[in-house]
């Protein structure tokens, strides 16, 4: 059964950094794998994506130089890692998999969710 499960969120002060990961099940392994977070108040919204093979990847704007994804499928991870963080990362951090290209935004295309961590930035 395919399965999605999320760790490495907590609290951090604005500037600093924050690493997500994401276990997936074997079957997941040939998905482009992502990242949504939903704010308080706010839809879900892409934050990143990466290929099957790890060779391409996609940020939405707001995150391009601070937000590194990176997987490893020998171990059936991915990562997020977040640098100069900032207020406005604030949210639950959602992984997701689908079989979509990486440059897919829509929620709505990715076919499983793991349960979501959440992560503040402290002003």
């Known amino acids: 059964q395919e399965r999605l499960v999320e760790t490495g969120g907590g609290l951090v002060q604005a500037g600093g950094s924050l690493r997500l990961s994401c276990a997936a099940s074997d079957t997941l392994r040939t998905y482009t794998m992502g990242w949504f977070r939903r704010a308080p108040g706010n839809e879900r919204e892409f934050v990143a994506a990466?290929?099957?093979?790890?060779?391409?990847?996609h940020y939405t704007d707001s995150v391009k130089g601070r937000f590194t994804i990176s997987r490893d499928n020998a171990k059936n991870t991915m990562n997020l890692q977040m640098n100069s963080m900032k207020p406005e990362d604030t949210g639950v951090y959602y992984c997701?998999?689908?079989?979509?290209?990486?440059?897919?935004?829509?929620?709505?295309?990715?076919?499983?969710w793991g349960q979501g961590t959440q992560v503040t930035v402290s002003s």
């Open positions: 997701a998999a689908g079989g979509v290209s990486p440059t897919t935004t829509r929620a709505y295309e990715y076919d499983y």
């Open positions: 990466i290929s099957w093979t790890g060779d391409n990847t």
